[in-house]
């Protein structure tokens, strides 16, 4: 296929169901994970977004279909395989910040590409990955074929990971918040040093910063009413950062992209809920 040919970014790697805990008990389920919730943002902002991944044969796996397919995002690359879709407990504090409480893959962490899946994934301008085993592998393949790669390091355990993965990457995103007690110019350092060659971190309430070995630039977080969930604005970040650098834009107008889009996230359950900002009550 012809570089101009090609759709726009394909998202490869987690999806999951959060399950929302609300005094203890169960009270919601709605679709997320990283790859999944940057390639529904993507597709909200107009872009032509392919997902590749593996859900369950269960309730949950038809429930991130039907959300891929409400929002506009190309499911026909994901795989429906034997087992449970992955889930995630979340619970939030009265600031609307979410927290952890157990995480569990499911079949989505025996997804792999396969040559037909990697073929049809080098025929986007852009391919971001987050939990995918095989990114070593796939990544230096891709960006010889044009593909520009980038993939989210900024949870648990991603640190450990950019010696493998930095230097076949176009773009490593980082948060602080899975790095606490870590400077911006620490964890930015470390990245650059393992070879990425473009390093954005989140820092939060703080907003963001990116470097590469000739220069560095700073956004602020945009400000937010009312926060209803922090869940998810990383991804919506990075969504709008994508977007913003395919559409031709400078490193700083895709950061301040970045931030507005992760500010409208926080005033949101879930990123892969309908938009209405109203539907939570605070």
């Given at each position: 296929?012809?570089?101009?040919?090609?759709?726009?970014v394909a998202c490869?790697?987690?999806?999951?169901?959060?399950?929302?805990?609300e005094?203890?008990?169960?009270?919601?389920e709605?679709?997320?994970?990283?790859?999944?919730?940057?390639?529904?943002?993507?597709?909200?902002?107009?872009?032509?977004?392919?997902?590749?991944?593996?859900?369950g044969?269960d309730?949950q796996?038809e429930?991130?279909l039907?959300a891929?397919?409400?929002?506009?995002?190309?499911?026909?690359g994901?795989?429906?395989?034997?087992g449970?879709?992955?889930?995630?407990l979340?619970?939030?504090d009265?600031?609307?910040?979410?927290?952890?409480v157990?995480?569990d893959?499911?079949v989505?962490?025996?997804?792999?590409l396969?040559?037909?899946?990697?073929e049809?994934v080098a025929?986007h301008?852009?391919?971001?990955?987050?939990?995918?085993?095989d990114?070593a592998?796939?990544a230096p393949?891709l960006?010889?074929?044009g593909?520009?790669?980038?993939?989210?390091?900024?949870l648990?355990?991603?640190?450990?990971?950019?010696?493998?993965l930095?230097p076949?990457l176009?773009?490593?995103f980082?948060?602080?918040?899975?790095?606490?007690?870590?400077?911006?110019?620490?964890?930015l350092a470390?990245a650059l040093?393992?070879g990425a060659?473009?390093?954005?971190l989140?820092?939060?309430?703080?907003?963001?910063?990116a470097?590469t070995?000739?220069g560095r630039?700073?956004a602020?977080?945009?400000p937010v009413e009312?926060?209803?969930?922090t869940?998810g604005a990383g991804?919506?970040?990075?969504?709008a950062?994508?977007?913003?650098?395919?559409?031709?834009?400078?490193i700083?107008?895709a950061?301040?992209?970045?931030a507005r889009?992760?500010?409208?996230?926080?005033t949101r359950?879930?990123?892969?809920?309908?938009?209405?900002?109203?539907e939570?009550p605070?």
């Amino acid at each position: 296929m012809a570089l101009d040919q090609r759709a726009d970014v394909a998202c490869v790697g987690d999806n999951c169901v959060d399950v929302w805990l609300e005094d203890g008990a169960r009270s919601r389920e709605l679709a997320g994970g990283n790859a999944f919730n940057v390639a529904v943002e993507l597709a909200r902002l107009g872009l032509a977004v392919r997902y590749f991944g593996a859900v369950g044969d269960d309730p949950q796996g038809e429930l991130i279909l039907e959300a891929a397919d409400s929002a506009g995002v190309d499911s026909s690359g994901v795989l429906r395989l034997s087992g449970p879709t992955g889930r995630t407990l979340v619970e939030r504090d009265e600031s609307g910040e979410r927290r952890f409480v157990f995480e569990d893959e499911g079949v989505a962490s025996s997804y792999r590409l396969d040559d037909i899946s990697g073929e049809l994934v080098a025929r986007h301008h852009w391919a971001h990955f987050s939990r995918q085993p095989d990114l070593a592998q796939w990544a230096p393949k891709l960006r010889e074929r044009g593909t520009r790669c980038s993939c989210d390091l900024g949870l648990d355990g991603g640190l450990e990971l950019l010696g493998e993965l930095a230097p076949a990457l176009d773009v490593v995103f980082l948060s602080s918040s899975a790095a606490p007690g870590r400077s911006a110019d620490e964890l930015l350092a470390q990245a650059l040093g393992a070879g990425a060659p473009l390093a954005v971190l989140t820092l939060g309430g703080d907003g963001s910063v990116a470097a590469t070995g000739d220069g560095r630039w700073r956004a602020d977080a945009e400000p937010v009413e009312r926060v209803v969930d922090t869940l998810g604005a990383g991804d919506a970040f990075i969504a709008a950062f994508i977007a913003a650098t395919l559409a031709g834009g400078e490193i700083e107008k895709a950061l301040r992209a970045g931030a507005r889009a992760g500010a409208l996230a926080c005033t949101r359950r879930g990123l892969a809920s309908p938009l209405q900002t109203d539907e939570v009550p605070a």
